[in-house]
């Protein structure tokens, strides 16, 4: 019947692993500690290794740990528990932020030097929710009392972003970074560049902040300072750095659509501008030229709505001039022909990634074998 019963709650716990379960001190042999769990067949366990370096108990103090195995002993059932495992954060966590609960917002990593500090990396897919707010909640309620649970162990709430750049400035807060650079996207080393009165917070205590940083992102991060960095040749990755910036501005100009018409405007009632259209105000240019004489007089379109979608025209709309386009282009155009001359007198090409010398037959880098296309502009 022992055996039976023993079998029973094997079982029964088994399906327990990785959640938390609340006991009392009990007593301490060799530093591990023996928690009562209130069932005189099963015994919890904290060994030396799973406990909170800062953490300390008295005898019929209160326990809470996260169950991480079970083991079989002559003695019954022993429940093997942790107050070091980033898991425990993550189910106190889950307990005191419904947004996390229901799955609105999502915990990307947690990385933890128990009983000193921890790191979470949070992120949502609904634009109107604050991932980091709804974790710490209103006055810091809500990660208060997770602070709590851990005993006062500091804990560091950022915004998970797919961008490294972004994620590692994130990531190195409460330091506030001036800079990250990638230095080598193959083998994941960025240099992050701070002010000098936020170095030693960005380094932390004996390193802790940095190496934790580096484990949330796994990016190895060095940290310098602005002086610093001006003493290292940064001109290379500067470059790299100038390159996909530019790539980004023109697939932001490509994806730029521009607004012609008054139903175009982001936010404007469909019902009004469908009203002005079958009244012959289509354009954003008649609507400007009848909304400032006056003489909008529509059955079912209100001044106020007027109002708003001129307010939405002045935001969203910019109007240029057309000899001032003209000259524009003209200036770009011979800015274009300048540049052509020049390349073409030079006749000389450097890899965009490692600066190495290279000819227009080639489709690989010969010194960092990164792959490109030469294309020719058409104008």
């Known amino acids: 019947m022992r055996e039976t019963h023993s079998e029973s709650l094997y079982n029964e716990y088994k399906d327990k ?27 919890g366990v904290l060994p030396v290794k799973y406990q909170s370096k800062l953490e300390f108990y008295e005898k019929n103090d209160r326990i809470k740990g996260l169950i991480v195995d ?26 005191e932020v419904p947004e996390i609960a229901d799955g609105t917002v999502e915990i990307q990593k947690i990385v933890r030097d128990a009983g000193y500090r921890t790191k979470i990396a949070v992120s949502t897919k609904r634009e109107e929710v604050d991932p980091v707010g709804a974790c710490v909640g209103l006055k810091g309620v809500r990660i208060q009392n997770v602070i709590r649970e851990l005993l006062n162990e500091k804990i560091d709430v950022l ?27 193959d083998k ?19 390193g802790q902040n940095v190496r934790l940083a580096n484990r949330l992102c796994d990016w190895n991060i060095d940290v310098k300072t602005v002086e610093q960095a001006e003493e290292m040749d940064l001109s290379s990755f500067n470059t790299v750095q100038n390159a ?23 936010g404007v009632n469909a ?28 059955e079912g379109v209100s001044k106020e709505a007027l109002d708003e979608i ?16 003209a000259e524009t282009e003209a200036a770009a155009d011979a800015e274009t022909e300048k540049a052509e001359e ?27 074998g990164v792959e490109f296309e030469f294309t020719e502009d058409e104008e």
């Open 70 to 95: 079970i083991k079989k002993t002559n003695n019954g059932l022993q429940i093997v528990l942790s107050r070091s495992d980033p898991k425990l954060v993550s189910q106190i966590l889950e307990k």
């Open 244 to 266: 996909r910036n530019l790539f980004n501005d023109e697939a932001s100009e490509e994806s730029y659509d521009e607004i012609t018409t008054v139903a175009e405007l982001p």
């Open 159 to 185: 915004k998970w972003d797919a961008d490294p750049v972004v994620f590692i400035k994130n990531a190195l807060s409460p330091a506030q970074v001036e800079r990250v650079i990638i230095m080598d996207a």
């Open 310 to 325: 001129n307010k939405l025209i002045n935001e969203n709309v910019e109007f240029v001039e057309e000899n001032e386009t």
């Open 271 to 298: 019902e009004v501008a469908a009203l002005l259209k079958d009244n012959g105000i289509e354009k954003i240019e008649d609507f400007v030229d009848a909304y400032d004489n006056n003489t909008i007089n529509i």
């Open 17 to 43: 692993i990785g959640e938390i379960i609340i006991g009392y001190y009990q007593r301490e042999r060799n530093g591990n500690i023996y928690v009562d769990l209130g069932n005189t067949s099963l015994e």
């Open 342 to 368: 020049t390349a073409d007198e030079a006749e000389e090409y450097f890899c965009p990634e490692c600066g190495a010398k290279i000819t227009l037959d080639m489709t690989h880098c010969p010194a960092c």
């Open 188 to 206: 994941r080393q960025a240099l992050a560049i701070v002010e000098d009165s936020q170095f030693s917070l960005a380094i932390g205590r004996q």
